[in-house]
């Protein structure tokens, strides 16, 4: 699953710099997560790190987005040869 940011996110902006896909970005009113650019970390890290410094817990996974270990890991392999 990629993650979303929701209502409760706060602008704090300690989520993006930690992001190593470069997923979040700031929206119109709160920081935004692009699905296509989320691994929840995998190729880079055990644990979704926006997750980790988030001090609101406003990152859970998105549950329209569901993607397995293996799924994720191709995207990161993919973004990765991009970059």
């Known amino acids: 699953m990629a993650l979303?940011?929701?209502?409760?996110?706060?602008?704090?902006?300690?989520?993006e710099p930690?992001?190593?896909?470069?997923?979040?970005?700031?929206?119109?009113?709160i920081y935004q997560i692009n699905p296509d650019l989320c691994t929840q970390c995998v190729?880079?890290?055990?644990?979704?790190?926006?997750?980790?410094?988030?001090?609101?817990?406003?990152i859970p996974f998105d549950p329209d987005r569901v993607e397995d270990h293996d799924q994720l890991y191709k995207k990161y392999l993919v973004i990765s040869v991009k970059a």
């Open 4 to 15: 979303m940011i929701t209502d409760e996110c706060i602008n704090c902006d300690v989520c």
């Open 43 to 58: 190729g880079h890290y055990d644990e979704p790190q926006c997750q980790q410094v988030c001090p609101v817990d406003c």
């Open 18 to 29: 930690e992001c190593p896909n470069n997923a979040i970005s700031q929206g119109e009113e």
